[in-house]
């Protein structure tokens, strides 16, 4: 199995950028797709962004495609989120997760192991 540690969040202003990281321990980290899921407070968790297993195909959420980027380093075992012109609603924790490869990047069902998640607060 793989375990997954996410780190960066923090207090950022509206307009500004923030990047969090999340660290794998594992042998296989190159085998799984991942992705970036945040939940608002009082909100279910949504879908924010999925990488595939080797770098080359990305999706992102329509309400932050544009300004967020999902980038991974297979070598260092790490999976980052770019987080620009942020917004006071993307205030949320935010999880890293991995998963096999699916049609349905999207659903949380289909990620296998998640992070503890990092809190991303955005004043406006």
């Known amino acids: 199995q793989v375990q997954l540690v996410e780190s960066g969040g923090g207090l950022v202003q509206a307009g500004g950028s923030l990047r969090i990281s999340c660290a794998a321990s594992g042998r296989t980290f190159s085998s799984y797709a991942m992705g970036w899921f945040r939940q608002p407070p009082g909100k279910e968790r949504e879908f924010v962004a999925r990488?595939?297993?080797?770098?080359?195909?990305?999706y992102y959420a329509d309400s932050v495609k544009g300004r967020f980027t999902i980038s991974r380093d297979n070598a260092k075992n790490t999976v980052s989120l770019q987080m620009n012109s942020l917004k006071a609603e993307d205030t949320a924790v935010y999880y890293c997760?991995?998963?096999?490869?699916?049609?349905?990047?999207?659903?949380?069902?289909?990620?296998?192991?998640w992070g503890q998640g990092t809190q991303v607060t955005v004043s406006s």
């Open positions: 990488i595939s297993r080797n770098g080359g195909i990305t």
């Open positions: 997760a991995a998963g096999g490869s699916s049609a349905r990047y999207y659903s949380v069902r289909e990620y296998d192991y």
